[in-house]
């Protein structure tokens, strides 16, 4: 079992920028690839982005690349998403998850986080 914890959301205005973490517990950290998801009001949860477990392989989904970074710090079980340039379509609850490897598809995940609400204004 592991066990994640979301932190780091809030309110924020348009073009500024948050940086997520999540906590992980339980099992070793460093047998699971890591990935980000967010669901917006009224949408489905979708990719945002996802890291390899040595921390050497990163993926983004095109609404956020350029912008978002992923990144791990295994000696802290802790990976994280530096947000920035944020824009109002950016606004959803995020949610950390663990797996075996770093995918786009939410149904390879095992474990997932509550989620933290981001909220971008205009």
């Known amino acids: 079992q592991v066990q994640l914890v979301e932190s780091g959301g809030g309110l924020v205005q348009a073009g500024g920028s948050l940086r997520l973490s999540c906590a992980a517990s339980g099992r070793t950290f460093t047998e699971y690839g890591m990935g980000w998801f967010r669901r917006a009001p009224g949408k489905e949860r979708e990719f945002v982005s996802a890291i390899s477990r040595a921390g050497g392989y990163t993926n983004y989904a095109d609404s956020v690349k350029g912008r978002f970074t992923i990144s791990r710090d295994n000696a802290k079980n802790t990976v994280y998403l530096q947000m920035n340039s944020l824009k109002p379509e950016d606004t959803a609850v995020y949610y950390c998850?663990?797996?075996?490897?770093?995918?786009?598809?939410?149904?390879?995940?095992?474990?997932w986080g509550q989620g933290t609400q981001v909220t971008v204004s205009s």
């Open positions: 998850a663990a797996g075996s490897l770093a995918l786009v598809s939410e149904d390879r995940y095992d474990y």
